[in-house]
């Protein structure tokens, strides 16, 4: 026997049926209905879903281009981080200062206490989410010590890049936009090439899809 293709009901033949139920139930049933109650609530929860889905694709398609300079509420600022949790240059560093440059010196941020909080960022923080003055971030762990290049190997940073995928897996609500550029020409700190970097984010596994890079590494990680 032919098994029958399904195709899922439309948007507008949802709320259609919603609008059904409900006008039977109070025509039918004198307003009081479980059942009805029931399925209405399932229609209108996956109509929930399809627009944060939608939501979600339109603004997870939106590139940051090559510089992360603003957050929006719902966006987390993912930079290479020790397990010191010490943030003073790099991207690292614009987390906690909000400006680009080697300045930790002239900020006193070696002074600093740790559970200081920074732009984005929160001192003695060398792994995970945290929240900042001004915005939320994820520490990625690249290097031993700051830097110290190349002392983390690449397996080491590919299993702390899984942790990253499964923790923005784990909050959908937000976007991951993950510091690293190739255009401006300048090395890592963490002492891996960009390409080899890219080849990281690959080998981590499927990337999440609101984990955002820059324009070029989009093109090295998707494309390459």
């Not at 960009?194 to 890079?213: I, Q, R, S, T, W």
Request: aromatic share 12%; glycine share 10%.
């Amino acid at each position: 026997m032919k098994k029958e293709t399904s195709f899922p009901l439309s948007s507008r033949t949802i709320n259609n049926n919603i609008f059904f139920l409900q006008s039977l139930k109070k025509s039918a049933f004198n307003d009081n209905h479980p059942g009805i109650d029931k399925m209405v609530k399932n229609w209108k929860n996956e109509l929930k879903k399809r627009e944060q889905l939608k939501r979600k694709e339109v603004r997870i398609s939106e590139p940051y281009g090559e510089q992360i300079v603003n957050l929006k509420p719902d966006e987390v600022f993912v930079f290479g981080s020790n397990p010191q949790g010490f943030s003073g240059a790099g991207a690292a560093g614009y987390a906690s200062f909000g400006r680009s440059g080697n300045i930790w010196r002239q900020e006193g941020y070696a002074d600093k206490p740790n559970g200081w909080k920074g732009h984005w960022n929160v001192k003695g923080v060398g792994e995970g989410l945290m929240e900042g003055m001004y915005g939320k971030s994820y520490a990625l762990p690249t290097v031993v010590r700051a830097g110290l290049r190349m002392s983390l190997s690449k397996e080491q940073i590919i299993t702390n890049i899984k942790r990253m995928y499964a923790c923005a897996e784990a909050h959908l609500e937000w976007r991951f936009l993950v510091a690293g550029s190739s255009a401006n020409g300048k090395p890592s700190l963490n002492g891996y090439s960009h390409d080899e970097l890219c080849e990281m984010y690959k080998e981590a596994g499927p990337v999440p899809v609101n984990v955002v890079f820059s324009d070029s590494y989009t093109k090295m990680i998707f494309e390459g």
